[in-house]
């Protein structure tokens, strides 16, 4: 084997460098334009900072608020961003959304992911979405709206809607011990929505979705559906 040579640098190295590859794809999909005018007011740094800077900290793995303050330390995380926030800032910049801004932020995500699928598989016209409930068992001794789960694990969950290339469309963060298909007859209606004329409408979702209202509910947005019943 030959030998590993050492040398000393000055240099700062740094793991997060696909968030250059995020900045672009947020400039290309004019992220920007989408959700800047839903986002609160508060504050003297720019509503538009403080919401990149979650998105950004959350991409480069950071799962609290705190986390904000160790990134403030990374020069990269400091040169893609015109202002750097403190998680006190993030805190009340998250406090000050009220209802029907979280509602459009959700109709945003939709808008978005549908732009981004539309200019990657633009000739696929079949519309596949499917909705999915996920338990997230949690340790923290800080966490809010912790509760088990039938099969008595104790965390959060989470309904999930995606279509057939994985483009998110949906990520609702419930109490732990709320049924998976609990909010499932809005983020349908509100996908469908915004799925453009002539595709192709289908919705897929396990035992948890065999429910009347859900049925009723893709009747009305016209999607041919697939839902097995139990037994």
């Known amino acids: 084997m030959k030998p590993i040579k050492l040398s000393a640098s000055k240099k700062n190295y740094t793991a997060h460098s696909g968030i250059y590859v995020l900045k672009e794809v947020m400039e290309k999909l004019k992220v920007k334009d989408i959700f800047r005018k839903d986002l609160p007011s508060v504050g003297w740094i720019d509503s538009w900072s403080k919401f990149e800077c979650l998105v950004t900290s959350f991409f480069m793995g950071g799962d609290c608020l705190e986390d904000l303050d160790s990134f403030k330390n990374d020069d990269l995380f400091l ?134 209202s859900i049925f009723n509910q893709l009747i009305a947005s016209q999607v041919k559906f697939v839902i097995p019943l139990k037994e």
Request: net charge negative; proline share 1%; hydrophobic share 30%.
């Open 79 to 212: 040169k893609v961003h015109e202002e750097v926030i403190a998680s006190t800032t993030a805190g009340k910049f998250l406090r000050s959304f009220n209802d029907r801004q979280v509602e459009k932020l959700e109709d945003n995500l939709i808008k978005l992911a549908m732009k981004a699928r539309m200019s990657i598989h633009k000739e696929d016209k079949d519309f596949i979405f499917c909705n999915d409930g996920t338990f997230h068992e949690q340790e923290g001794e800080k966490m809010e709206g912790l509760g088990f789960d039938y099969n008595n694990n104790w965390g959060l969950s989470s309904l999930q809607g995606y279509d057939q290339y994985d483009f998110c469309y949906g990520f609702n963060l419930r109490g732990g011990s709320t049924h998976s298909s609990v909010g499932a007859e809005s983020m349908i209606y509100r996908v469908f929505k915004q799925v453009p004329e002539g595709m192709n409408r289908y919705f897929l979702g396990d035992s948890a979705y065999g429910s009347l």
